[in-house]
């Protein structure tokens, strides 16, 4: 009895073919994805580079979002499974099944599928993991370790959550059989289909929303409200696309169905009438694909900027070699004993030091506006920027250059816009109002050349950064006044020593851990070297890298099944309908013509939005990728049209491919077989 | 001159890889003149669909010829046969053969607009067909909203709206209840004594008791065939049923509904 039961599924997984393939291959490269994130996540050979810690804290927050998108995703494969089969069922109901065996069936059916996939999934998931962990290792110039480590940790989370997915499937299609007459199951398929009614209300609301969306995005001046709204605006453009195309398609098509004289043409009549099913069954389905290939071209395009610039971040951000900040010294000779005691520690690891200078900076959050630089007393998260001061000694050592500055002069450097010839600085008040306290005005020099000074991270969330040289140590202290001392980010009772060097990687990071380890001996407050945050950056943006593309082929991946799954449901429809037409007195060409103009219309729509909407999403993105470590607009332009153009010819080769077998489907039943 | 003349046509398929062959017409001959009510008669398999689909220009016959008017088909390209069956053969079904994605008015329509008629020359053509066979009430309707004998009437008026020399009808009664049957048997007689020429292909005695001449057909040859004459549909629905019984012998199992 099990065995007749083992090759009635058997059977069913095979003749289905068509829907259980890409089934099995969808649920594998779910399972693949996941395999690979968590493996990463669980990986102690890259836990011990440097920044392959953050990798794997990046890789472990996409789990979570993979076993979603995967549970819904599959979920919907699923159903669509079910009902392609329904008729089969109907047909073991009449020939004596009961509902009972009928669930047996499904349950070994799923179980099939479930097997199949977890296997061919996490064996390619290990590989893959296999080679990313090489690259990584590569990357960072270490010892490949080509041993197979079996991570028990990853392959029973995947077992146990997908077998967790699949049972869920099962219940919900065991619970659907329960409820419902199988006999009617028959007739399922020849039940008629009412016709869509105009929804105009929804089409213009739809259209409100991704307007708003659109204008949201373009009218967005600062970087930090970009990140604010961009949320507001991705719901808005989701909301608006499965509006227009739902109700949107349907209410258009529906008015030219009402002109006559176009509608009762040869080409238009089929088409209009076909695309309105089409459209009625399918817009939710293409809004999704839409909506996916969307989400792929901005993540694939925004973290690939981001990587690509990882060497210019890392250059401007940390300019120089060391950066290690003590309180500030009393003395000379303490500040003396200092720089020997770090030049000490170069030399014990053979790291040869080019500059070394102390000095003190103003670093703080403040208000830019016509020519007034205001801090204030609490922090404020919009309309922020950063502001960096320092004396002219420092900045001519280690530019080895006079700038010569007056005293009421101030050499500046900044990425924003600013186009005043003086500045002057004047506090807020609780209110955040100018208050009385206004210091004297200075002439602004313009600095062209970012300063070859470090910064800091702080750059990063800010609207724009400022780099202020002033005369001496008299205008330096003497502007303290005119500062909250709250909105200082590293307050002016410290200082901070810069160096050099001119040694290889090896030794940097040897002079890092010297000073790391025996910190009892140099009693700094924190030391920053610039090698090992290049490596964490790596390990940074190299991690939402591999994020993204992992997720991008998730999408992808569901982007395609979403378009060979509707290929098919229409392929079943068209096929009918069709071999009306012909025995009408239709020429193969001319249903030939009318097919293609109406798969051309489901090819290209979501595609043509995506582009639309990524287009629309690219000054918003543009300003978060600044904040994030300004790309320039240039290189994050072309990564987009390549993204673009990339993802135009990987769609176009799926849909290529799914194409075949519904033109097989509609030409199977042309010629009346 | 005979409206439709099949000559010696013999329809031989064979299975993909050219292993099995099956005859499904030996030597076919018969004509239908115009304004004729012809049904050909057979059972399942006996290859009268399979000869209503080469009358059609819908399959090839393997030899033989086939006329309309005078004007063989064998010469024609795929676009002249669709053309041909657009303007000058009309179809009903079985199955009905209705577009879901239609409304009643525009599956009538769909011949017309694929010969490029103007909306304006649509309506006055739908008007009178459309009160002749009772659906006006129902243009504005789905498929899916109507009865079986309904379907089956806004079929017949598809095939009738372009005046095709002949209409083709497959089974047309082999869907409908009794009911159905009766009221669409009454339209084909109406439409027949109107000038139309019909020819029908049915297992139905009481579907053939309302031509005028039947043909029978078995195992791809055309057998017999009796005219009504001046006869009653009841006294013809007797004389079918005796030809059956006499000329098939156990071989057809004639429906008598």
Not at chain 2, 49 to 55: A, R
Request: with cysteine; hydrophobic share 45%; glycine share 6%.
């Amino acid at each position: 009895m099990t065995k007749i039961y083992r090759n009635l599924a058997g059977n069913a997984l095979s003749k289905n073919k068509i829907i259980y393939v890409p089934y099995i291959i969808s649920s594998m490269v779910m399972i693949a994805i996941t395999f690979i994130l968590s493996a990463i996540s669980q990986d102690k050979q890259l836990r011990q580079v440097e920044g392959g810690a953050t990798l794997q804290v990046i890789m472990s927050v996409g789990i979570p979002i993979m076993l979603i998108i995967a549970f819904f995703f599959l979920m919907g494969v699923s159903r669509f499974v079910i009902k392609q089969r329904k008729k089969e069922l109907g047909v073991y109901c009449i020939l004596g099944m009961q509902k009972k065996h009928i669930i047996r069936l499904q349950f070994l059916e799923n179980l099939y599928v479930y097997l199949l996939s977890i296997v061919s999934g996490t064996v390619i998931g290990f590989v893959i993991e296999k080679i990313v962990q090489l690259l990584f290792l590569k990357m960072y110039h270490l010892e490949a370790d080509f041993s197979w480590n079996i991570q028990w940790k990853t392959l029973i989370l995947i077992t146990v959550a997908f077998a967790v997915f699949f049972l869920v499937f099962f219940i919900i299609n065991a619970i659907g059989i329960l409820t419902s007459n199988i006999l009617e199951y028959m007739k399922e398929e020849s039940k008629g289909e009412k016709q869509p009614k105009s929804k105009w209300i929804l089409a213009i609301v739809g259209l409100i929303f991704l307007g708003s969306g659109y204008a949201l995005s373009l009218n967005t001046k600062e970087g930090l409200k970009a990140i604010q709204y961009f949320g507001i605006a991705v719901a808005l453009v989701i909301f608006g696309t499965f509006a227009l195309f739902t109700a949107g398609s349907i209410t258009l098509l529906n008015s030219m169905k009402k002109n006559k004289k176009f509608y009762y043409k040869t080409g238009h009549f089929i088409s209009i009438s076909g695309m309105l099913y089409r459209m009625k069954r399918n817009a939710a389905n293409l809004a999704t694909i839409c909506i996916f290939a969307t989400m792929v071209l901005v993540t694939m395009s925004s973290v690939t900027t981001l990587y690509s610039t990882i060497n210019k971040l890392a250059n401007e951000w940390y300019v120089t070699d060391f950066e290690i900040t003590y309180v500030k010294a009393k003395t000379q000779a303490e500040r003396d004993e200092r720089e020997s005691l770090l030049r000490e520690a170069a030399e014990k690891t053979g790291v040869s030091i080019e500059q070394i200078y102390t000095y003190q900076s103003i670093d703080a959050f403040a208000t830019v506006e016509n020519g007034v630089i205001s801090t204030a007393p609490s922090y404020r998260s919009d309309d922020i920027s950063h502001v960096f001061i320092i004396t002219e000694d420092v900045y001519d050592y280690v530019h080895e250059t006079k700038l010569n500055l007056a005293k009421d002069e101030v050499g500046l450097f900044t990425s924003a816009s600013f186009s005043e010839d003086t500045i002057r600085f004047q506090p807020m008040t609780e209110d955040y109002e100018l208050s009385d306290a206004v210091s004297p005005d200075f002439r602004v020099r313009r600095i062209d050349d970012t300063p070859k000074i470090n910064t800091g991270g702080a750059v990063m969330m800010t609207n724009g950064h400022y780099v202020l040289v002033v005369s001496d140590e008299s205008v330096f202290e003497s502007l303290k006044p005119y500062m909250c001392e709250s909105s200082w980010i590293i307050d002016t009772e410290r200082e901070r020593v810069l160096i050099n060097t001119s040694s290889s990687k090896q030794a940097q990071l040897a002079m890092y851990d010297e000073l790391d380890q025996n910190w009892p001996t140099y009693k700094y407050d924190w030391v920053t070297c610039k090698i090992d945050r290049v490596d964490e950056l790596m390990g940074l943006y190299g991690g939402l890298f591999f994020l993204g593309a992992f997720l991008s082929i998730a999408f992808l991946t569901i982007t395609i099944l979403n378009m060979y799954f509707s290929q098919l449901q229409q392929g079943y429809e068209d096929a009918k309908r069709f071999a009306i037409m012909r025995k009408v007195g239709l020429t193969r060409k001319e249903i030939k013509k009318s097919i293609n103009s109406q798969i051309v219309v489901v090819f290209l729509l979501p595609l043509i939005v995506a582009v639309i909407h990524t287009a629309a999403s690219y000054p918003m993105v543009n300003k978060i990728l600044n904040l994030l470590g300004g790309c320039d607009a240039s290189s994050f332009l072309l990564i987009v049209l390549i993204c673009c153009l990339l993802f135009a010819v990987v769609y176009t080769i799926a849909y290529l491919f799914t194409r075949r077998t519904y033109l097989k489907m509609v030409s199977g039943a042309y010629d009346g077989k | 001159m005979s409206m439709l003349v099949v000559k010696n046509v013999k329809k031989v398929y064979t299975t993909r890889f050219g292993g099995n062959k099956v005859t499904a017409l030996q030597n076919v001959n018969l004509t239908v003149e115009r304004g004729e009510f012809v049904a050909i008669m057979g059972e399942s398999g006996s290859g009268k669909t399979t000869l209503l689909n080469i009358i059609a220009t819908l399959d090839k016959p393997t030899e033989g010829e086939i006329e309309l008017d005078g004007q063989s088909m064998q010469s024609m390209k795929e676009k002249q046969l669709a053309k041909f069956r657009r303007d000058r053969l009309g179809f009903v079904f079985q199955e009905f053969n209705l577009l879901d994605n239609f409304s009643v008015r525009d599956n009538i329509y769909l011949p017309l607009v694929l010969a490029g008629c103007s909306p304006a020359e649509m309506e006055t053509r739908i008007r009178p067909i459309a009160d002749k066979l009772g659906i006006t009430p129902l243009l504005e309707k789905f498929p899916y909203e109507i009865s079986g004998g309904q379907k089956q009437r806004v079929a017949v008026a598809r095939a009738i709206i372009t005046e095709p020399e002949m209409v083709l009808a497959d089974e047309p009664t082999g869907a409908l209840d009794s009911r159905s049957t009766d009221e669409l048997l009454e339209q084909f007689a109406n439409i027949n004594r109107d000038g139309q020429t019909i020819l029908m292909v049915t297992h139905s005695i009481k579907a053939a008791s309302t031509a005028g001449r039947v043909l029978f057909i078995k195992d791809g040859i055309v057998y017999h065939q009796i005219y009504r004459g001046d006869e009653t549909n009841s006294e013809f629905y007797r004389k079918i049923s005796d030809s059956l019984t006499a000329l098939m012998g156990s071989g057809l199992r004639a429906v008598n509904e």
